[in-house]
């Protein structure tokens, strides 16, 4: 500062930390502009901007451009399955012309995937909406045997063509369960894409589920 002082030329903007009583910093900007007569320096103007607010509102600009970057890389990563789902289904029924019931369950597998793509594009426009840093949750009742069942369908041709067994494994008393429907076929999708880059040819990936009474309440659990 006294160098700019010096020179004549001043300081602007620059960054420094003060205190006030009871020794709690706060940043400023300084800004020191001499007071000239002719050439010679009469005095100085020594300003000083809180910048608290303005600090704080970049911090919590930098969180949510964070929060969008993550966003965006889950919803990318999760995108290639339902994608990959309905080229492979599309391809089969227009190569094979299989009999009317595979034709029915393929065509099922392309819905729910069209579905699926439907909601990973709402969480993309979500991201417009977001500011701290968290995926939207719609919590419901959800069929446990049909939610397994469409993971191990979307990831059966894969698993074949590595020579790794899918297996479904399923309690006969577990029907339904509470939770997000959509956020739960992610998680199990992220777990089953791992699983398969890891386990070697002639494996056996399961995938199931169980009522567990351990958790926050009384109620039931359900492990995956």
Request: proline share 4%; aromatic share 2%; hydrophobic share 40%.
């Amino acid at each position: 500062i006294l160098q700019g002082l010096a020179s004549g030329t001043g300081v602007s903007g620059r960054n420094e930390i003060l205190w006030r009583a009871g020794r709690k910093a706060f940043p400023v900007q300084v800004t020191l502009r001499p007071m000239m007569d002719g050439r010679e320096m009469r005095g100085a103007v020594l300003s000083f901007t809180d910048m608290t607010e303005t600090r704080a509102a970049e911090a919590s600009l930098r969180q949510a451009v964070q929060a969008r970057d993550e966003v965006l890389a889950v919803v990318s990563h999760d995108l290639r399955n339902p994608v990959g789902t309905i080229v492979a289904g599309a391809s089969l029924l227009l190569t094979l012309n299989p009999a009317p019931e595979k034709r029915q369950e393929h065509l099922q597998a392309i819905k729910r995937s069209a579905e699926r793509i439907n909601r990973l594009i709402q969480d993309l426009l979500d991201v417009a909406r977001l500011e701290v840093g968290a995926l939207s949750v719609h919590p419901g009742p959800f069929q446990v045997k049909s939610l397994l069942e469409e993971v191990v369908e979307a990831h059966q041709r894969t698993a074949e063509d590595q020579g790794i067994g899918l297996v479904l494994r399923l309690s006969s008393d577990l029907e339904q369960a509470w939770g997000d429907r959509h956020r739960v076929i992610q998680a199990l999708t992220n777990l089953v894409e791992n699983a398969l880059k890891v386990t070697a040819r002639g494996g056996t990936i399961t995938i199931g589920a169980m009522a567990s009474e351990d958790g926050p309440s009384d109620q039931d659990q359900i492990r995956f």
